[in-house]
Every structure is written in C-alpha cells, then in structure tokens.
C-alpha cells in the first residue's frame, strides 16, 4: 500500500517537469544560438561579420612556405587571406576540402583571384617538409602556399588559431593519422580573421563569401 506522503511527493515532482523541461530547452536555445554566432552561418550569411567578433582568435606568424622561404602572414597585408590548416596524408578530408578551396578560387574574377591569398598550413610538420607540400599544394589551386615549420612553430599558430590535432596510430596510413579541426578563416587586409567558412559549403558560397570580403 501506498504511504499518502509518496502520493503527495509524486505531484509535486510532476510539477516540476514543465519548469525542468523549460529550463532545458532554454539553456539548449542559448547554446544552440552561441554555436551558431561562434561557427557562422554557411556562406556568412545571417551574422554580423568583422574583426571585432573574433578579437583574440588568429595573429601573426612566420612559418617555411613550400618553396622554402620563410614567409609572415604581414606579407600579405592588403590582400585577403584565407587559411586552412590539415595535412599532406589526409585520406579524405583535406583533399575534399582543398578541391573545394580551389573550387571557388576558380569561380571568383582573375582581378579578384590576385587579391585572395590562399594558405595551407600543416599540422603534421614531421612529415610535410616543403618538399612534401611543394608536390601536394599544386592539386588544388598553382596560387595555394604550403607552410610547414617546427613543432613548436606548428603548435603556437595552432594555438594561437584554436587548431585542434591530435596524432593518431595508424599502420595503414605511413604509421599515424591527424586528427584534425576543419575551416577556414578569412583574414582581411590588415591581418584580422573576419570570417570562418564552415567546409560544407558549396564553391558558389564560398567564393560570395570571399568576394564580400575584397
Ligand atoms: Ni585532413
């Protein structure tokens, strides 16, 4: 048989639902729309883009390019620059997203082409000499730079771009993979990151979201 009190509790647990369920779709609309203003739309379409959303996000360096010139993101001030970092052996990810990378290069106005600048940075600098990138960069777009340099350097650019990769075991892969973030980010003419274009976008919308930024 039942106590009266446990009936009494139970209402007042069933109470509690709607406040509990509220308050989760609340904190779920809340971090669902923070994920949006941090990742952007697709396209950059919908949200206030600029320097200033992204302040402490990106920054200097100097890294070896492919042809083995040490070469500083300064060295593009007043052109736009649009970063990817992956590497050489990626199976599948980093091929798709270069050919996309070079997709939307194509789509864009010759004029407009020499004002972008586009950059691959590696995270697996033990393997991607410049040597190794100088062969892999031509693929994807004759103006696309490979840079490499020490782990350190590898590590503070990363860090200092929110790059997360992680060496993983794999025999079938020249002995490891890379874990790896994808996107890229747009950089303006004075060295800000202004945008992030999410690699589900098509060569169309990513080529409108680089021409918005010329
Ligand atoms: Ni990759």
Redesign the pocket.
Known sequence: MTPPTMRHDGRSEMRWIPWVAGAFAALFLIALSLALWLGGEPGGGGRATGATAYEGLGGEFELTSHEGERIALSDFEGEVVVIYF??AY?PD??PVHLTLLGAALDQLSSRAQSQIQPLFITVDPARDTPEMLAEYVPHFSERLIGLTGTDEEIAAVAGDYAVGYERVEDPDFGGYL?N?S?IFYVINRQGQIVDLIRPDVTPAQMAATLRSHL
């Open positions: 992956g590497y990626c990810v980093c890379m790896h994808s």
